[in-house]
T-cell receptor, first 112, second 112 residues
């Protein structure tokens, strides 16, 4: 069946270091979304990428959508303690509209 | 997102008990979803509803049922709770024309 995997599952960094999480889909996606879940919180939408090879930036966060539209990455430059949380990618379920399949998530811990 | 509320926020129950989790939204969205979150497994879709008369099973619907009482209300029931239904449950909504989902604060359910 359709799968969306993320690596790494967990990463611990020192504040100021960079961080990258990778998202890989078993199928081509029409778009990819990224969500952030703070500890004890709920997933919150960050961004959506639609075009092949698209790159979008939000301050220190850089999101990329692969050329084949099967993978994506989120890169955080100079992490801060406020970046702590789990980052999920999500894409439309194959053959369905308005249904998402979520990646397994990457938990980021930032040590001050 | 304060526009999507869930009750209760925490619940401890015993095996065999019937439990209802409720979700309300003021976003005016037609589409509503129930997910469960388990460590390392991401978010898995239980049920979803695209309007009041529409109910659909997700990937893990066994042991669960839902009711869409109104556009703004979508409840999840566990007819006879079992320990492996211990998890964090999220309700989410989306607009017809968008894949972006808006999550409630979650309900932490423990089945003893």
């Amino acid at each position: 069946g359709q799968q969306v995997m993320q690596i790494p599952q967990y990463q611990h960094v020192q504040e100021g270091e960079d961080f990258t999480t990778y998202c890989n889909s078993s199928t081509t996606l029409s778009n990819i979304q990224w969500y952030k879940q703070r500890p004890g919180g709920h997933p919150v939408f960050l961004i959506q990428l639609v075009k092949s090879g698209e790159v979008k930036k939000q301050k220190r966060l850089t999101f990329q959508f692969g050329e084949a539209k099967k993978n994506s990455s989120l890169h955080i430059t100079a992490t801060q303690t406020t970046d702590v949380g789990t980052y999920f990618c999500a894409g439309p379920r194959r053959g369905a509209t308005n249904k998402l399949i979520f990646g397994t998530g990457t938990l980021l811990a930032v040590q001050p | 997102d304060a526009d999507v509320t869930q009750t209760p926020r925490n619940r401890i129950t015993k095996t065999g008990k019937r439990i209802m989790l409720e979700c309300s939204q003021t976003k005016g969205h037609d589409r509503m979803y129930w997910y469960r979150q388990d460590p390392g497994l991401g978010l898995r879709l239980i049920y979803y509803s695209f309007d009041v008369k529409d109910i659909n099973k997700g990937e893990i619907s066994d042991g669960y049922s839902v009711s869409r009482q109104a556009q703004a209300k979508f409840s999840l029931s566990l007819e006879s709770a079992i320990p492996n239904q211990t998890a964090l449950y999220f309700c989410a909504t989306s607009e017809i024309a968008s894949d972006t989902q808006y999550f409630g604060p979650g309900t932490r359910l423990t089945v003893l």
